[in-house]
């Protein structure tokens, strides 16, 4: 056995490490009582008895019999302790460890988070934050990451094709480019206001290009709200786009739209030519100048991607899909929708100090 009087200082709370286990083997096989090992090991008895116990497999041996009336072989059964099964017992024991699988006590729950990312098209987060926010009525609650987990365990229904892409980018550092073409005011003397999205009625547009450039989507998204418009065009053209941002313009009461910041495409050259409202223009390459547009875009080209003939689709179909993305819970709008968001700013300024409420 190892020394007893050592000055080595053994730390509270610590499981038995292979090399105790193949001592206390040793030590067992040369007779050592259970108290004289816990002693060695500076270990509570109780731990090694309870190792032994573990780590004991039943062993039989034949015994040789001389006497003529027995003829056949005895065997004699006893419990011997080894090292590596108990080792092997302990990895089993931790892997046990922790509580059930939660969504598991609640199946209606998982059917309705699998069902949500499945058929409408939902990402954890969003599903979780809007139970929440509604105050659901499961007898259990998840959080975001336990999906994900569930999912990787193939626990769920749901495989990675099922969720949306996941990507992170590099963020580039800012660099303005001067403008090489102006139809306008530069985003430069856009009142700082706009950038704060503290006040509602603040816009940023831009065009969806369908195959060979032919046919063509206009996006318009508020700030603020993230609430999104899409506008179906004839053609890219700056006539077109104006005529389509008029109507646009016309179908808002006074007052909810004061700006709009656009791109510098030659669609957008005539809009300089709308009254009552301050249009600007990004400056050239900088996409993140109109960073709530470019998100919105990205989710449109799930229903429309790139490389798609976007003539046969009607107003009325891509009202649809813009019906999708307006109420889908968004985390940077405390998981409420981008509508809902939207109605509410609608009502403020149509009745501001508690008015009239326009759904009355």
Same mark, same amino acid.
């Given at each position: 056995?190892?020394?007893?009087?050592?000055?080595?200082?053994?730390? *509270?709370?610590?499981? @038995?490490? +292979?090399?105790? /286990?193949?001592?206390?083997? =040793?030590?067992?096989? &040369?007779?050592?009582?259970?108290?004289?090992?816990?002693?060695?090991?500076?270990?509570?008895?109780?731990?090694?008895?309870?190792?032994?116990?573990?780590?004991?497999?039943?062993?039989?041996?034949?015994?040789?019999?001389?006497?003529?009336?027995?003829?056949?072989?005895?065997?004699?059964?006893?419990?011997?302790?080894?090292?590596?099964?108990?080792?092997?017992?302990?990895?089993?024991?931790?892997?046990?460890?922790?509580?059930?699988?939660?969504?598991?006590?609640?199946?209606?729950?998982?059917?309705?988070?699998?069902?949500?990312?499945?058929?409408?098209?939902?990402?954890?987060?969003?599903?979780?934050?809007?139970?929440?926010?509604?105050?659901?009525?499961?007898?259990?609650?998840?959080?975001?990451?336990?999906?994900?987990?569930?999912?990787?365990?193939?626990?769920?229904?749901? *495989?990675?094709?099922? @969720?949306? +892409?996941?990507? /992170?980018?590099?963020?580039? =550092?800012?660099?303005? &480019?001067?403008?090489?073409?102006?139809?306008?005011?530069?985003?430069?003397?856009?009142?700082?206001?706009?950038?704060?999205?503290?006040?509602?009625?603040?816009?940023?547009?831009?065009?969806?290009?369908?195959?060979?450039?032919?046919?063509?989507?206009?996006?318009?998204?508020?700030?603020?709200?993230?609430?999104?418009?899409?506008?179906?065009?004839?053609?890219?053209?700056?006539?077109?786009?104006?005529?389509?941002?008029?109507?646009?313009?016309?179908?808002?009461?006074?007052?909810?739209?004061?700006?709009?910041?656009?791109?510098?495409?030659?669609?957008?050259?005539?809009?300089?030519?709308?009254?009552?409202?301050?249009?600007?223009?990004?400056?050239?390459?900088?996409?993140?100048?109109?960073?709530?547009?470019?998100?919105?875009?990205?989710?449109?080209?799930?229903?429309?991607? *790139?490389?798609?003939? @976007?003539?046969?689709?009607?107003?009325?179909?891509?009202?649809?899909?813009?019906?999708?993305?307006?109420?889908?819970?968004?985390?940077?709008?405390?998981?409420?929708?981008?509508?809902?968001?939207?109605?509410?700013?609608?009502?403020?300024?149509?009745?501001?100090?508690?008015?009239?409420?326009?759904?009355?």
């Amino acid at each position: 056995m190892n020394q007893v009087n050592n000055n080595t200082v053994k730390e *509270k709370g610590k499981h @038995l490490s +292979l090399c105790e /286990r193949i001592e206390i083997e =040793k030590s067992l096989a &040369r007779g050592f009582s259970i108290r004289a090992i816990a002693k060695a090991l500076e270990r509570p008895p109780s731990t090694i008895s309870r190792e032994v116990q573990r780590g004991s497999v039943v062993q039989r041996r034949k015994i040789n019999s001389y006497s003529k009336k027995i003829t056949v072989p005895l065997e004699v059964s006893e419990l011997k302790y080894f090292a590596d099964t108990g080792q092997r017992v302990a990895k089993e024991n931790i892997g046990k460890r922790g509580g059930k699988y939660k969504l598991f006590k609640d199946p209606e729950l998982l059917r309705y988070i699998e069902d949500k990312i499945l058929k409408h098209k939902m990402s954890p987060d969003a599903i979780i934050g809007q139970l929440k926010l509604e105050k659901h009525n499961y007898k259990t609650m998840v959080n975001t990451k336990t999906i994900y987990n569930y999912k990787d365990k193939g626990l769920m229904r749901v *495989k990675n094709i099922d @969720l949306l +892409l996941k990507c /992170r980018r590099t963020p580039k =550092k800012e660099c303005l &480019r001067a403008h090489k073409r102006l139809f306008g005011n530069s985003i430069e003397q856009r009142p700082e206001a706009v950038a704060l999205r503290q006040e509602f009625g603040h816009y940023e547009g831009d065009t969806i290009i369908g195959k060979d450039g032919k046919s063509a989507v206009l996006t318009i998204v508020e700030r603020k709200t993230r609430k999104g418009f899409m506008l179906w065009i004839k053609d890219k053209t700056a006539k077109a786009v104006l005529q389509a941002v008029n109507k646009f313009k016309n179908t808002l009461p006074k007052g909810a739209i004061k700006t709009i910041t656009l791109d510098n495409g030659s669609e957008f050259a005539r809009l300089s030519e709308l009254k009552g409202i301050g249009v600007h223009y990004a400056h050239p390459y900088s996409a993140y100048e109109r960073g709530g547009n470019e998100n919105y875009n990205g989710i449109i080209r799930r229903f429309l991607p *790139k490389g798609k003939d @976007l003539s046969h689709f009607s107003q009325q179909d891509l009202n649809r899909i813009n019906n999708w993305i307006d109420s889908y819970p968004r985390k940077i709008l405390g998981y409420q929708t981008a509508e809902a968001a939207f109605e509410k700013e609608l009502q403020n300024t149509l009745f501001p100090r508690g008015g009239i409420n326009v759904s009355a």
